[in-house]
């Protein structure tokens, strides 16, 4: 599979804006532009923000917004789980990409977010930037590319739920995000910066991560990292590792999954506490290990731990980490202090597993994320 190249920057063509949009009829016709809607408060009282003006914008008073940072893209699921992707009779449209996953879940939590990227100036990209109006997530800082597409991803689904990959990216809109064309005020606005490692892949977008990372970090942002491994889109095993890694100290947050801990170790062992600790450097302020069904470990300098997850029967994992992440960075964000209360830990980490469990029981990854009714629901039946 080809990645981008140089000979695919087109260099000159200028990149499409909400602005530039909504002057166009066609524009309002497609993306639908309108005041979003106001999001009801939360029963766990989390600050939520009205967004106002076209596409959403963030209030200067917003104390706990989550800016998401990367990848957003179509996942195109198989109808029937278990079938090649020759097989498969029929695919369900339905967007994703992790960091926008993680945004659209804190904004259904009741959550205030706000999504960084770029998508094609096409009908998939409309679609997508119109599926973040929807849910109340602040697009003010997406991008339209006329220059290439919106990220496509074929999803093949196990017997088990669990998910191989096929992306067409030859290359797509997220890969040529540059640094020059980033929202810097919005990205200062940031309590909490999240991201992911796929746009660390290529250039332009690598510098643009790199200088969005250091603008929210000197700004005060805490950094939440995600690696959200997907090798096919690296050159090779050794150039992930190396590109994951490289980014690993500058992170406050990091939230990994057992196969990522073998992957980053060379075929550790996940489950060796010592294992993990090899990947706590000395700035980090909580390390997560998310084990599906099985629920979660914690670890921080003071301690660690592990909160089980919930049953249930798993149709597609697509998106379950995100929902995980937007669970708990949904808590984070309106009280920081959980990162060194142990007990409000462990309640924000059983509200994500909730999360997590109750995305899998549907296919795609944005239309599975629950909201915060959903949640509650969970997890009073599973401690009734």
């Given at each position: ?102 945004a ?52 093949t ?9 096929m ?86 947050i ?8 073998s ?11 010592a ?86 029981k549907?296919?795609?990854a ?19």
């Open positions: 599979m080809a990645l981008y190249s140089g000979a695919f920057c087109f260099h000159g063509v200028p990149t499409v804006t909400l602005e530039s949009l909504r002057h166009k009829e066609w524009a309002v016709k497609s993306y639908g532009l309108s005041r979003s809607r106001v999001v009801s408060k939360s029963q766990l009282k989390v600050k939520v923000k009205a967004f106002s003006g076209d596409g959403g914008s963030v209030e200067s008073n917003d104390s706990s917004l989550v800016v998401c940072f990367g990848e957003m893209l179509i996942d195109f699921v198989p109808t029937i789980s278990g079938l090649s992707l020759a097989e498969a009779p029929a695919f369900k449209k339905a967007p994703g990409g992790a960091p926008a996953n993680v659209v879940g804190i904004a259904r939590l009741g959550g205030s977010s706000a999504f960084i990227g770029k998508v094609g100036a096409d009908e998939f990209g409309y679609m997508l930037a119109d599926i973040l109006k929807e849910n109340n997530v602040c697009n003010e800082g997406m991008l339209f590319d006329p220059g290439a597409r919106t990220a496509l991803a074929f999803v689904l196990r017997s088990d739920g669990e998910r191989e990959f992306f067409y990216r030859n290359p797509s809109a997220d890969m040529l995000l540059q640094e020059s064309e980033l929202n810097y005020d919005l990205i200062r606005k940031a309590k909490i910066f999240h991201y992911g490692s796929i746009s660390l892949i290529t250039e332009p977008c690598k510098s643009a991560h790199i200088a969005a990372a250091k603008t929210a970090k000197d700004a005060g942002a805490v950094l939440s990292y995600d690696p959200n491994l997907r090798l096919p889109l690296w050159p090779s095993a050794d150039s992930a590792i190396e590109g994951i890694l490289s980014i690993w100290d500058t992170a406050d990091i939230k990994i999954s057992e196969e990522e801990i992957f980053l170790t060379r075929g550790e062992d996940p489950f060796d506490d294992v993990v600790r090899k990947l706590f450097h000395p700035n980090l302020k909580l390390l997560l290990v998310t084990e599906g069904p099985g629920g979660c470990r914690y670890y921080t300098k003071e301690f660690s731990g592990r909160v089980k997850g919930l049953k249930v029967d798993a149709v597609d994992t697509t998106g379950a980490g995100d929902a995980f992440v937007a669970g708990i960075l949904s808590q984070l964000a309106t009280d920081l202090s959980l990162l060194e209360k142990e007990d409000k830990l462990r309640d924000a980490l059983l509200f994500a597993n909730a999360c997590g469990a109750l995305t899998v549907e296919r795609g944005i239309p599975a994320l629950p909201n915060k009714d959903a949640v509650l629901n969970a997890i009073f039946k599973t401690v009734a």
